[in-house]
């Protein structure tokens, strides 16, 4: 499975709007955002010590999914994404 493929099936597991997990061993604060009618999506997050950051795109093509992270690296947000896990 490629990094995008990763990436779309964890988003999908995700709720929508702002909320809270945890992910690295850290609290973080999310947003998932739908846009286009569901092929794009933006993810932003932001660990609540202040020590991290993680944002990205995800675009949904008849291709198959293209991942863009912003200023990071993919396995960086594929490993965020594949940990986090959203709180109750």
Not at 10 to 20: I, N, Q, V, Y
């Amino acid at each position: 499975m490629t990094q995008a493929a990763e990436a779309a099936a964890a988003l999908e597991a995700l709720p929508l709007g702002t909320f809270r997990g945890r992910s690295g061993g850290k609290d973080w604060l999310v947003s998932r955002t739908l846009h286009a009618g569901g092929a794009s999506e933006k993810l932003v997050a932001h660990a609540l010590d202040g020590s991290d950051y993680v944002s990205l795109n995800l675009y949904r093509l008849d291709a198959g999914p293209r991942l863009r992270p912003c200023e990071m690296s993919a396995a960086k947000v594929v490993a965020f994404l594949l940990n986090l896990v959203p709180a109750p």
